[in-house]
């Protein structure tokens, strides 16, 4: 069983989230992750996961209740800081955003540049990065010439060009085999070992299950079951 | 911090290639508009300068002394009229000089030049400022001498107020099709702009999941506004020029003002160029304002 720290890293209290007058995104969740966790958010298409993850990128502005990051409330983050908040953490979207026109060096490098590395930093940290992601060998390839697998590899490398201690991924192995997938999350395991605290939102339960990570079920807007406080625990969870 | 302009600028330049007809549109309409409000309005100087130059020699102010003024009047009426503002010279012309000249013109033999002269003493007058509105305030001002009076004061009234409404006119034609062309030029900035945005949507989408600030996300499409507006501007410029030479060229085969004078190629160069940037920031501010919003 996973412990609730008294000093989470990440804290949602009562928050709900309303698209129009009718439509809840989220409804009174409540939920804390530690600093290093490793949560999947699972659920059906529409349950409010990926609502999860924006709400902490600050892509969802509108919620009542309260999200604390590192103990600070996102609705006090304005326009200008969402900037900054970002380089907090690392963002890997569903469809990956690569630049078609680019490289996949370049398209690290690109996204190092636009937060204010010089050339000097980007040409000593994309090999590092292309590296730990496992697709050194591919960075002179542009994107339509990587399999999904390797195109995930390098999204997640991109996200990792600010140090971030908190990964965020939506559906990583959305259109992935399953051998792919797994490799994804070994990769994102191994990052968790590095001391970064991982969220994923997937619905993909065969691999999820095997992870033996901490599970956070969300249904309607609603948190369903969590793992760490005395959900169900899969087999294999350490 | 050059590291960091390198980047902003090379961003900015790639629209120039991605976006090419969009940016030709702008550059163009920019260029024409700018031709033509730059071309206007550097005619209605010219215009006004050979006006200035030229009419007030030409349109020269006649004040009629009352009779019986004496030597000491004339010479207060003299300094009063001097400085009266927009007066640029006052020569007197004693009635004694003026009568034979006048006798000589009309060409009248039988009148005795030891009569009493029946015409009076006046000043011709020069004018810095020839417009109708300025003349008949320096006329009032002189009518109210006591050595004046009620109309003592001609000029040329109806010429001045043709002159007048000839270059409000220009001046009317050169604001409405500048407006017109410049709002054009404007308008098609904000969209090369707005599609620049739609067609990097990717781009900015990975700075903002990555954390780009909003200046380093914005400022290459200001610069690309900027770029097309100064590049307009200086294009205009070239074209005014080519257009001057060839006008020279006519007046002088054509022989009516003489030979113009050299085009003032560098000064109008910058004031297109920098007017050109100024509203290419301005319609690619506009542009921005909305769509780059952290998402």
Known sequence: MIEVAQSPFIQFDNVQVQYGKIVFGLRDVSLCVEKGEFAFFVGKTGAGKSTLLKLLTREVRDYTGSVKLAGRELNTYKDRHIAGLRRTMGIVPQDFALLPRKRVWDNLAYAMRAVGHSKKEVRKRVPEILELVKVGHRADAFPHELSGGEQQRVAIGRALINNPPLLLADEPTGNLDPEISWEIMELLLDLNKLGTTVLVASHDMMVIHRMGKRIITIDQGTVLNDSAIGGELFAGQA | ?295
């Open chain 2, 1 to 295: 911090m050059l590291d960091k302009l390198e980047f902003l600028f090379s961003e900015s330049f790639k629209t120039f290639r991605r976006n090419g007809l969009m940016t030709f549109a702008a550059i163009s309409t920019v260029a024409i508009s700018m031709f033509l409000l730059g071309g206007l309005g550097y005619t209605y100087y010219r215009v006004n300068e050979y006006a200035q130059n030229t009419f007030p020699h030409q349109f020269t102010m006649e004040v009629f002394l009352k009779k019986g003024t004496t030597y000491e009047e004339i010479k207060q009426t003299a300094q009063q009229i001097r400085a009266v503002p927009g007066v640029e010279s006052a020569v007197l012309i004693p009635k004694e000089k003026a009568y034979p000249k006048l006798l000589k013109d009309m060409n009248v033999p039988g009148l005795a030049e030891d009569k009493d002269i029946p015409i009076q003493d006046k000043f011709d007058l020069v004018l810095k400022d020839i417009s109708e509105e300025g003349s008949a305030t320096i006329a009032s001002q002189i009518e109210a001498l006591p050595t004046a009076g009620a109309g003592s004061v001609q000029y040329m009234r109806e010429e001045q107020r043709f002159l007048d409404q000839f270059l409000g006119l220009l001046r009317l034609l050169g604001s409405l099709v500048g407006a017109l062309l410049f709002a054009t030029a404007g308008i098609l900035i904000y969209n090369a702009i707005r599609l620049t945005i739609v067609s990097r949507r990717l781009e900015i989408r990975v700075m903002q999941l990555v954390g780009a600030s909003r200046f380093t996300i914005q400022v290459p499409f200001l610069f690309e506004g900027v770029f097309q507006g100064a590049i307009g501007g200086t294009f205009a410029s070239l074209i005014l020029l080519v257009t001057y030479k060839v006008l020279a060229q006519a007046i002088v085969a054509f022989d009516v003002f003489g030979a113009l004078p050299d085009f003032p190629l560098w000064p109008i160069m910058g004031g297109l160029a920098a007017a050109g940037a100024l509203y290419g920031f301005f319609s690619s501010f506009m542009a921005l304002s909305s769509p780059l919003r952290y998402r």
